[in-house]
Nanobody
Framework: QVQLVESGGGSVQAGGSLSLSCVASEGTFNIYVVGWFRQAPGKEREFVASIRWWGSTTHYADSVKGRFTISRDNAKNTASLQMNSLKPEDTAVYSC????????????????WGQGTQVTVSS
């Protein structure tokens, strides 16, 4: 059973930057992909970015391409999301997730979830 714990959320003005971290523990050998999702008030959870746990392949939602960068450090069992040029529409609870298999970056394809961390971007 993989456990995921996020940190690094907070409040920032538009145009600013934040970095999120996700530490994985217990059974990381099961992880194939780590992803970040977000959920704004009144909206469905949506995909943000993902990265192969033992590779370098990344995927991004169109809304964050060129502004967000996902990375991982296997030695530290950590995945990170660097968020630059933040916009008010990026305000959401950001969650780290992991999946065991090849699949799609869809919510129902992920097996393990963190508790989430709030990101608030003011205009």
């Amino acid at each position: 059973q993989v456990q995921l714990v996020e940190s690094g959320g907070g409040s920032v003005q538009a145009g600013g930057s934040l970095s999120l971290s996700c530490v994985a523990s217990e059974g990381t050998f099961n992880i194939y992909v780590v992803g970040w999702f977000r959920q704004a008030p009144g909206k469905e959870r949506e995909f943000v970015a993902s990265i192969r746990w033992w590779g370098s392949t990344t995927h991004y939602a169109d809304s964050v391409k060129g502004r967000f960068t996902i990375s991982r450090d296997n030695a530290k069992n950590t995945a990170s999301l660097q968020m630059n040029s933040l916009k008010p529409e990026d305000t959401a609870v950001y969650s780290c997730a992991a999946r065991r298999n090849v699949g799609r970056d869809a919510v129902d394809e992920y097996d393990y979830w963190g508790q989430g961390t709030q990101v608030t971007v003011s205009s």
